[in-house]
């Protein structure tokens, strides 16, 4: 079983590198996911790493790193709308205040901590 879908799945792969390798923009792919990893090991992860390093020591660590982990997901699915330059090429694409919007949902995710915290303690 193992066997086939090993199989099943450098087949897949073959035919996908077949399907994507006569794209022009193929090098620019390239370069952003070299972009992506070198951004993850050079600033994500030590910033990750130094967060856990501040709360390990506090009581409800669990509440405080989920929480943490969570903003930094909406961070990240957030910033490439934000940083976007020049205007989206359809007009109501992105029609939303995505700034706001991303400051209410922290906000939310921050307020949910709090409220756990303070039940966690209250038990």
Do not use: E, S
């Amino acid at each position: 079983m193992r066997i086939t879908l090993g199989a099943a799945g450098v087949a897949l792969i073959t035919v996908g590198l077949f399907l994507l390798l006569p794209l022009p923009g193929l090098w620019g792919v390239v370069v952003g996911f070299a972009g992506a990893i070198a951004l993850h090991d050079v600033v994500i992860g030590p910033l990750v790493l130094l967060a856990g390093l501040l709360v390990a020591r506090l009581p409800d660590r669990a509440v405080v790193r989920g929480a943490l982990i969570t903003m930094g997901a909406l961070v990240l699915i957030t910033v490439p709308v934000l940083l976007r330059p020049g205007p989206p090429p359809n007009p109501t694409l992105l029609a939303q205040p995505y700034g706001l919007n991303l400051l209410i949902c922290l906000v939310a995710v921050a307020v949910v901590a709090v409220v756990l915290v303070l039940v966690r303690r209250r038990r």
